[in-house]
């Protein structure tokens, strides 16, 4: 097991060598920069600032210092925040979309696990039929439009929450929900299905056979076999959650990474993008691995090699 | 319900002259999917029949044909010009000149919405058009070339299947600017992964069969063998895959204008108007409502048709993905 993480890991550099230079090189193949503004900067002052963030040497230069750079973990000052890093900027807002994120997929494993779990019990019951036309429509509500909704109904309207912002458990509730909603009904669209098939099989009518308790039944017998295919969901879900933090962070004015990204690729601040993109890249296989080898320990029929 | 005896009355168009058993295997699946009749003329037919028996899909395909419609009549049928401002007419709720209100400059949100729907439904079709050309292509060189190549060309599949495609997308918009002609290739080309998967197993499964076997046999030429006898059997897969990617971009659109990182003012798309909604829905909400409302039928119509489509043509897959 140890050794087939090594080789994962070492397998993380080549794609991010890759990841790294093609962004490096679109970057600075795109016209306009950062500092290209409505009024010509004077000569001297734009020479200094090119200066200042090596802009002056010639591209190789550039790229051999980026690369660098990076590889030692330095992803670089920030062009539009001149005096933060963007590690600075970063560590800032990571913890914040962390504490979202993962808020976002516990609401999304709860509700969608709940659900399937009911649904696949009950095969074309009321509740299978209630739960999955649910389903169906919360995937097709984009979360920039729920999460206004919600907005405007728990916090405008009746005042329960607040509005936007960061700071105590109450702000976390409803970005948490927009975020959440749509990967729930992922999540309990494959509950069910891992449920029916699990349902079925000879394992179970023993344990309903040996008389243990139908709560007993379904979640120490059947949920694991059941969830299987969900945590195999969880990487691409991951990946997901991410990505739609931008737009919640944007809706609800949390200070994370999502925000700083969007504000950073309108302004054009080129380090800060490409900073943005090599860390959630670099999250992103790391997850991926633990989800691999989370499945590996679940699943005892799959070998890791 | 096994064998030819459970096929029911044949429907008119479904006799050419040719005996149904001879192209439909009575065996085919007949336990394993209780739906399944065996008894159209070709799998088409009976894909076709399926489908119509399926009331949501029947229902979405209804409401995106409406919309479809309006979407391509808009010049026509949209009340006032789109980007005709009215300072003294600004944010107004639904009045009956103004049926679904207007925005703070006083423009007609219907007809912002039916603009709008050009723009969200270009996209949607022109991407995934382009995530189709990339995926099938790559899917069956990888699946046609086998061994090594088939090998490394799935593990670049694999490794871009863990990066964050939105940002990438992101850079592409900033970098090559954000006008729509890149934005419908900054969307296909992140989107062709799971369809050059897709593509690529029903290769290496169909290449082996034998009516592939024997055409190779009589001399068939490779390009023959893969376009004539390979892809149009893995048709289904596509095209229900292909049905489902269309949401997907619309969806990505959407959340990309809704950044302000999409389509540009005057332009509109819905997710420009959400966008412009959400900032105003404190005073007027009916400006996020509508939109938004517009999207999510539209999303939910094209899921119902995928859903549908999958089980009219690809029995085997359950639902839940």
Redesign the interface.
């Known amino acids: 097991m140890l050794g087939y993480i090594l080789r994962r890991v070492t397998g993380f550099f080549p794609v991010l060598f890759v990841i790294v230079s093609l962004s490096f090189f679109m970057m600075r193949l795109a016209p306009g920069g950062p500092f290209d503004q409505e009024r010509a900067l004077p000569e001297q002052v734009r020479a200094n600032i090119e200066a200042r963030y090596h802009l002056d040497e010639p591209l190789w230069r550039q790229y051999l210092r980026y690369l660098g750079d990076v590889a030692q973990g330095d992803l670089g000052p920030s062009f539009r925040y001149p005096d933060r890093s963007v590690n600075e900027l970063l560590n800032l807002g990571f913890p914040v979309s962390l504490t979202l994120g993962l808020c976002a997929l516990g609401v999304a494993l709860t509700l969608g696990g709940t659900a399937g779990v009911l649904a696949g019990l009950r095969r074309n019951g009321l509740v299978d039929y209630l739960t999955m036309s649910f389903a169906l429509g919360g995937v097709s509500v984009p979360n920039f439009v729920l999460g206004p909704i919600l907005m405007l109904i728990f916090a405008l309207g009746l005042g329960w929450l607040p509005v936007a912002g960061w700071g105590s458990w109450r702000h976390l509730i409803l970005p948490s929900i927009t975020l959440g909603t749509f990967y729930a009904d992922y999540i309990a669209r494959l509950t069910r299905a891992g449920m029916l098939e699990v349902i079925g099989q000879d394992f179970i009518r023993t344990a309903r056979a040996k008389g243990l308790r139908e709560a007993t039944v379904v979640l120490r017998h059947a949920l694991p076999g059941a969830i299987l295919p969900v945590v195999t969901y969880l990487g691409p879900a991951s990946a997901a959650v991410l990505t739609g933090s931008v737009v919640v962070e944007t809706i609800f004015s949390i200070p994370g990474i999502g925000r700083y990204f969007v504000s950073s690729a309108l302004n054009r601040d080129y380090t800060m993008v490409l900073g943005t993109g090599v860390f959630y890249s670099v999250l992103l296989l790391l997850f991926n691995l633990i989800v691999d080898v989370l499945y590996a320990y679940l699943d005892p029929r799959v070998q890791v090699r | 319900m096994r064998g030819r005896a459970a096929s029911g009355p044949a429907p008119s168009q479904g006799t050419h002259g040719i005996p149904q058993s001879a192209i439909v295997s009575p065996e085919l699946d007949a336990g394993r999917n209780p739906q399944w009749r065996g008894s159209g003329a070709s799998p088409w037919h009976d894909a076709l029949r399926r489908l119509r028996r399926n009331r949501l899909a029947m229902l979405g395909l209804l409401l995106l044909a409406g919309f479809v419609l309006a979407a391509v009549l808009a010049p026509w049928i949209a009340p006032f010009p789109y980007d005709r401002t009215n300072l003294r007419y600004g944010a107004k709720p639904p009045t009956r000149t103004h049926l679904l209100g207007t925005d703070e400059l006083g423009r007609d949100l219907l007809t912002r919405i039916l603009y709008g729907a050009r723009i969200s439904f270009a996209v949607g079709i022109l991407a995934t058009l382009v995530s189709l050309t990339i995926g099938v292509t790559y899917g069956s060189i990888a699946g046609s070339m086998g061994g090594r190549v088939d090998h490394l060309m799935m593990r670049v599949v694999d490794?871009l299947?863990?990066?964050?495609?939105?940002?990438?997308v992101?850079?592409?918009?900033?970098?090559?600017?954000r006008n729509i002609l890149n934005l419908f290739i900054a969307l296909g080309a992140v989107q062709w992964l799971t369809m050059a998967r897709i593509v690529r197993g029903q290769v290496l499964s169909l290449r082996a069969r034998e009516f592939v076997l024997s055409a190779q046999a009589i001399g068939a030429s490779p390009t023959r063998l893969l376009v004539r006898h390979v892809l149009l059997n893995a048709l289904g897969p596509i095209v229900v895959y292909a049905t489902l990617t269309v949401?997907a971009v619309m969806?990505e659109e959407?959340?990309l204008s809704?950044?302000?990182?999409g389509v540009q003012p005057p332009m509109a798309s819905w997710?420009s108007l959400?966008?412009e909604?959400?900032a105003a829905?404190?005073t007027y909400?009916w400006l996020?409502?509508f939109?938004?409302l517009a999207?999510?039928?539209t999303?939910?119509s094209l899921?119902?048709v995928g859903?549908g489509l999958r089980d009219a043509l690809d029995p085997q897959v359950?639902?839940?993905?």
Do not use: C, H, K, Q
Not at chain 2, 161 to 168: A, D, K, T
Not at chain 2, 170 to 177: A, K, Q, S, W
Not at chain 2, 258 to 261: D, H, N, W
Not at chain 2, 318 to 321: A, C, I, L
């Open positions: 490794i299947y863990g990066l964050p495609f939105m940002f990438f992101i850079i592409l918009m900033v970098i090559f600017g949401p969806l959407a959340f809704f950044l302000g990182l997710g959400a966008s909604g959400a829905m404190e909400p996020i409502l939109p938004g999207l999510t039928v999303l939910l899921n119902f859903d359950t639902s839940g993905r």
